[in-house]
């Protein structure tokens, strides 16, 4: 497992920043149970080991370190077992309520959720054998550490479907499972077994050492933080229904005229992002570095007429880790609309993080559409 292996002194740092959060847990609750907001452990566990944040993109981990991916979660846990979510598919309510038996619901279920973590590992460059659940599970003055492996969902083994209203039961002999319907979420029974158990004092007046901590510092000091802008760009199509063209975008291999490489894809950049960012992008056809979740770095350029194509340098690049690592299509084989469904996601988040450096990451159905209304575009 991950926290046993890490060096003692991250194991360390660990354990005293969530100690200090812990303690401070009466600015956000009266409970006796400390109180740990799911992104602060998220960010927590990234500063103390070192790992890579993986918050931005819509996938199924949270973080990666080396050649490990991580789901991090907290929960409350009084007993020694405790059901939480680990999916969502609202994009893909329908194929799920096609079905005309539970079975078939039960089987969608599992294919949607092993199709996400697959195309996941793709995009992190992470097998899933080397995937597993941190939890820190809290109950009356304590932190316990969780560790299971995250596994695909053994679908031939899958047995004890139970339906009751809007929740449906199963399990693969492995895990336990459990879909809610009307939420279209996913959840995952999760039976301690702690890898680490820690004590934590809950201070009665945390606001009497913020303000000691306000004392200490230096009159009118300000720290500045500094913001990187952001766009997000649609995998699909606009145009009428929503779709991902045939000989275009992602599916720029599949154009008439000359002979194209499998992999020729380009994503789209709509026109309105040149009203509301102009500044974003270089020139056409000056190169960039473009970083992937996994680390890795594409060069990439604006291309064709208005600026309207993201592509990489070599072009095929894109395309093979777009086509192939994280959709998983066969040379040859359309990426549809249906496709985005299944895997949960169909827009790209272009961060700036310097005028040579870009990074890139997945976000979830509704996405782009937020972006545009937010930023109130003046063109279609």
């Known amino acids: ?37 799911y992104r602060m452990a998220e960010n927590i566990f990234c500063k103390a080991f070192d ?27 009084k007993g020694v077992c405790s059901t939480e979510k680990i999916a969502e598919f609202n994009e893909s309510r329908h194929l799920i309520d096609e079905a ?3 079975r078939k619901k039960v089987n969608t279920i599992a294919s949607l959720r092993n199709e996400r973590l697959e195309t996941t590992g793709g995009i992190c460059d992470i097998l899933i054998e080397n995937m597993l659940y941190h939890c820190v599970a809290r109950r009356a003055g304590k932190f316990l550490f969780h ?18 209203g809007n929740i449906i039961s199963f399990s693969d002999g492995i895990y336990d499972y459990s879909f809610n319907s009307s939420k279209s979420t996913l959840y995952k029974k999760f039976i301690l077994n702690p890898v680490h158990e820690m004590d934590v004092e809950i201070y009665d007046d945390p606001y009497a050492i913020l303000e000691q901590l306000i004392r200490q510092q230096q009159p009118g000091l300000i720290v500045e933080q500094e913001t990187k802008e952001t766009i997000v760009l649609p995998l699909y199509s606009e145009r009428g229904e929503k779709h991902v063209p045939e000989r275009s975008g992602l599916n720029q291999w599949n154009a008439a005229g000359r002979a194209r490489d499998y992999d020729e894809v ?17 020139g056409r056809d000056q190169p960039f570095e473009l970083k992937l979740p996994s680390g890795r770095i594409l060069e990439a350029k604006v291309c064709q007429d208005g600026g309207k194509a993201l592509m990489s340098n070599p072009n095929k690049d894109l395309g093979q880790w777009l086509l192939r690592n994280v959709m998983h299509l066969q040379p040859g084989e ?8 299944h895997i949960g996601i169909d827009s790209v988040e272009i961060t700036k993080i310097n005028d ?6 997945f976000k979830r159905f509704g996405s782009f559409e937020n972006f545009k209304q937010e930023n109130h575009p003046d063109e279609e």
């Open 1 to 37: 497992m991950f926290f046993r292996q890490q060096i003692q002194q991250e194991q360390e740092k660990y354990v005293d920043l969530l100690r200090v959060v812990g303690a401070l847990s009466k600015l956000s609750s009266d409970s006796e149970i400390p109180y740990l907001y």
């Open 51 to 77: 790992a890579e944040n993986l918050a931005r993109s819509d996938i199924s981990l949270d973080a990666k370190k080396g050649q490990i991916g991580l789901g991090l979660k907290t929960f409350i846990c």
């Open 100 to 102: 005309d038996t539970v």
């Open 147 to 164: 560790e299971t492996p995250i596994k695909k969902i053994n679908i031939e083994n899958i047995g004890a479907i139970r339906e009751n």
């Open 266 to 282: 380009y994503i789209p950049i709509p026109r309105f992002i040149y009203n509301t960012h102009p500044d974003f992008f270089p």
């Open 334 to 341: 359309l990426l549809t609309y249906t496709k985005l469904e």
């Open 356 to 361: 040579g450096l870009y990074a890139i990451n």
